[in-house]
């Protein structure tokens, strides 16, 4: 089982939709959870990072990690053409690394 | 504002050949990061380094060297390349460690490698 999972998608939603992507991690321990989000050919670049449990709003974006289920979702409002990326979640590990999920493939259809 | 340069973008190699990738920060960063994007796998972490002239092992290793040389920069090397190296490689760098969450690493734009 990896680390950290994540459905790759691809999900496609019409413009102005409730975005939900999903992820779930199999070690307590760490405590830091981000989303990065990379467009087409392009490096991923850190979205939201958020601290053990609850939820982080900025702007359109909300994090929010479950401890109790072991589960972290990136919510994104009033979805955009814009928005079509893919969306990595990680946690940190051992050391200072990063170890991120498979990635989600996003696209808005206007 | 160039941040994290990745050289080239994008090579062609014959099995058995050798290649170096360049990757270039300029932001004083002092880890620095080589990662594989393979599709369904994620970003797999080959070898990292916390400062210069130090290199670490990550999780996919094998078939790869790295060096330090200066801070700046961070090369990947493929001795003998083989057609299970075809993958798009990422360059990252960060001010420290990621146990904190807004130090995020930087990436830069990868480098799109096939062996045949």
């Known amino acids: 089982q990896k680390e950290v999972e994540q459905d790759p998608g691809p999900l496609s939603v019409p413009e102005g939709a409730i975005v939900s992507l999903n992820c779930t991690y199999s070690n307590s321990a760490f405590q830091y959870f981000m989303w990065y989000r990379q467009y087409s050919r392009k490096g991923p670049e850190l979205l939201m990072y958020t601290y053990s449990s609850g939820n982080k709003e900025d702007g359109r974006f909300t994090a929010q990690v479950d401890k109790s289920s072991k589960y972290i979702s990136l919510f994104i409002r009033d979805s955009q053409p814009s928005d079509s990326a893919t969306y990595l979640c990680?946690?940190?590990?051992?050391?200072?690394?990063?170890?991120f999920g498979q990635g989600t493939e996003l696209s808005v259809k206007p | 504002n160039a941040g994290v340069t990745q050289t080239p973008k994008f090579r062609v190699l014959k099995t058995g050949q050798s290649m170096t990738l360049l990757c270039a920060q300029d932001m004083n960063h002092e880890y620095m990061y080589w990662y594989r994007q393979d599709p369904g796998m994620g970003l797999r972490l080959i070898h990292y380094?916390?400062?210069?002239?130090?290199?670490a092992k990550g999780e996919v290793p094998d078939g790869y060297n790295v060096s330090r040389l200066k801070k700046q920069n961070f090369l990947l090397g493929l001795e003998s390349a083989a057609p299970s190296q075809t993958s798009v490689y990422f360059c990252a760098s960060s001010f420290t460690t990621q146990g904190r969450g807004n130090q995020p690493q930087h990436f830069g734009d990868g480098t799109r490698l096939s062996i045949l």
């Open positions: 380094s916390v400062g210069e002239g130090t290199t």
């Open positions: 990680a946690r940190n590990n051992q050391g200072g690394k990063l170890i």
